[in-house]
Structures are given as structure tokens and as C-alpha cells.
């Protein structure tokens, strides 16, 4: 069974950092591609950052380059999102999912979401100003 499990999520002051962490089972994490997701309240979620876990290949949304760091780590099944400079406007709910059966390959688009067939069930983070 794939399960994909965030945690790390809490909160923080603006400017501060947090590392969020998704386990995940039931596939290889070295054989498919991890993305991570946001959905603030009120807003449609978005794509936030996304790794190859073959190539190391990473990709980041304008909006968290230079602040957001994703990694992973194949023998602990883990995906890690490092988030430093925090603001207020980064408070979400966070998720991370994963393209088991993908048809575009990730260089050329990052963030589909139908491409994402299994998602965790988020955890939160907060920013005060």
C-alpha cells in the first residue's frame, strides 16, 4: 500500500525555519519523482518544490527559491523540505505526493497535479508576523 506521511509542520515566527519531513512506503523512493504542495485557506494549493530522485534534479516555485531546500534521502525513504526565511504568507497546510505513473517528464512540468496520484495528508505550518 503507498502511504506518503508528513510531518514537521508547526508554529514558527517570520523569519525562523522549519524542516518538514514525508516518509513514505509501499514503492521506491529512488524510482519516482516527490513534490510538495501547499494550500493556504481560501486559496487553490500550489506547487511549492519537487526533487528527481534519480538525477537529484530539483525544482522550486518563484515564490520559495533561495529559501526553500528539498532533498531526499533513498535509504530512509524520506523526502525533506527545508524551509528557512519563513513569512507570513508561507502559512499552509504543506503536502507532499508522488508521480507513480507520470506521462510528462518532471523537467517539463513540475507542478500537474494529476500527474501526482498519491498524497499525504498535509501538515501545517504556521508563520506569525
Known amino acids: 500500500e503507498v502511504q506518503l506521511v508528513e510531518s514537521g509542520g508547526g508554529l514558527v515566527q517570520a523569519g525562523g525555519s522549519l524542516r518538514l519531513s514525508c516518509a513514505v512506503s509501499?514503492?521506491?523512493?529512488?524510482?519516482?519523482?516527490i513534490g510538495w504542495f501547499r494550500q493556504a485557506p481560501g486559496k487553490e494549493r500550489e506547487g511549492v518544490s519537487c526533487?528527481?530522485?534519480?538525477?537529484?534534479?530539483?525544482y522550486y516555485a518563484h515564490s520559495v527559491k533561495g529559501r526553500f531546500t528539498i532533498d531526499s534521502d533513498n535509504a530512509k525513504n524520506t523526502v525533506y523540505l527545508q524551509l528557512s526565511s519563513l513569512k507570513p504568507e508561507d502559512t499552509a497546510a504543506y503536502y507532499c505526493?508522488?508521480?507513480?505513473?507520470?506521462?510528462?517528464?518532471?523537467?517539463?512540468?513540475?507542478?500537474?497535479?494529476?500527474?501526482?496520484?498519491?498524497w499525504g495528508q498535509g501538515t501545517q505550518v504556521t508563520v506569525s508576523s
Open positions: 505526493a508522488v508521480r507513480l505513473h507520470s506521462r510528462s517528464p518532471l523537467y517539463i512540468d513540475q507542478f500537474l497535479e494529476y500527474e501526482y496520484n498519491y
Open positions: 509501499g514503492f521506491a523512493l529512488s524510482d519516482y519523482d
Open positions: 526533487i528527481n530522485t534519480r538525477d537529484g534534479s530539483k
